[in-house]
């Protein structure tokens, strides 16, 4: 097993197969901006692939970021949330701050609503840190194809700003992740 996963530096990781079908969305944003601030081109982008997803693969209910709540305000998108994420998990399960926790967060309401196969869209640079987070948890997320790969120069979270940046940050975390046994 290659220690980084695929799309760690590409942003380009393997779709899931299309069987079987989700039945329910998970949208993580990939940059976090302050609220007197637009939201950023990244969480833009995953917002438009949330509508792009809901065209085509159809309704269903819908888990997000708040940046990625304030993101589908700004481009006036029609799509439902049905649960927003709030923030890092209390569980101390976790040194991680956002992902870890929404995780967690969203396996808790896909129990509570019954739901079994997550979609997860996210940036295509993360997703393969998201994935390993995400079966780390007991999840087998469903990835689908096209995830959005732009920065945020104007991010509060570094590692989202530029690609070096994001690369100087991914090979700890995933390493991490990695040693843990994932």
């Known amino acids: 097993m290659a220690l ?14 299309i069987d079987p079908k ?32 809901e065209e085509i693969e159809g309704v269903l209910p ?8 304030r993101a589908l305000e700004y481009i006036r998108s029609d799509v439902k949330i049905t649960r927003v ?24 309401w896909m129990a509570e ?3 079994s196969r997550p979609e997860i ?5 993360n997703i393969g840190n998201v994935v390993l987070q995400a079966v780390k948890l007991g999840m087998n997320p469903i990835v689908p194809d096209k995830l959005p790969c732009s920065f945020d120069p104007r991010s509060d979270q570094p590692w989202t700003r530029n690609w ?13 992740l990695r040693k843990s046994g994932h």
């Not at 329910?24 to 990939?30: A, H, N, W």
């Not at 869209?121 to 640079?125: A, D, F, L, V």
């Open 121 to 125: 869209i996210t940036s295509g640079y």
């Open 4 to 17: 980084l996963p695929k799309g760690t530096f590409s942003g380009n990781y393997p779709p899931s197969p």
């Open 164 to 176: 070096s940046m994001w690369v100087g940050a991914a090979i700890p975390r995933i390493y991490k």
């Open 85 to 108: 994420f709030e923030g890092p998990s209390a569980s101390g399960m976790s040194e991680n701050t956002g992902t870890y926790g929404e995780l967690e967060q969203g396996m808790g």
């Open 62 to 69: 819908n888990f997000a970021s708040h940046s990625i709540v």
């Open 22 to 53: 989700p039945d329910v969305r998970f949208i993580l944003e990939f940059s976090h901006r302050p609220e007197e601030l637009p939201p950023g081109l990244p969480n833009i982008e995953l917002a438009q692939r949330l509508e792009e997803a």
């Open 113 to 115: 609503l019954g739901y």
